[in-house]
């Protein structure tokens, strides 16, 4: 069983992702499940924090469907997204690749 690299709950100040639109900025503190399982729940939910002009500038905490946060820009990431979802938002393959003078190739 592969352990979720996003599973632990992060500071507001260190996030796995930063995104946004306009006045609208939504930081991923966690996430509940592994990229793969998520592509398959259309319920997929991260713990997030939203800053607007309607929180008066103070961050909100909760859970976020992770379909309504994938439509903003995404403006940061830490390397545990970047290993889990990519910079576009795939997936990076690590399966292994044979080397050129391997029997395999």
Same mark, same amino acid.
């Given at each position: ?35 793969? $399982?998520?592509?398959? $729940? ?64």
């Amino acid at each position: 069983m592969t352990k979720n690299p996003m599973g632990k709950t992060r500071d507001v100040d260190n996030p796995y992702a930063i995104f946004r639109f306009k006045d609208f900025e939504i930081r991923v503190l966690k996430t509940y499940q592994l990229p793969k $399982n998520e592509e398959k $729940n259309m319920y997929a939910r991260w713990f997030t924090a939203a800053k607007s002009p309607m929180t008066y500038g103070r961050w909100e905490y909760g859970d976020t469907y992770k379909r309504e946060v994938l439509p903003f820009e995404q403006i940061a990431s830490s390397p545990e997204y970047d290993q889990a979802y990519g910079k576009d938002g795939k997936p990076v393959d690590l399966t292994p690749r044979p080397t050129h003078g391997s029997i395999l190739a």
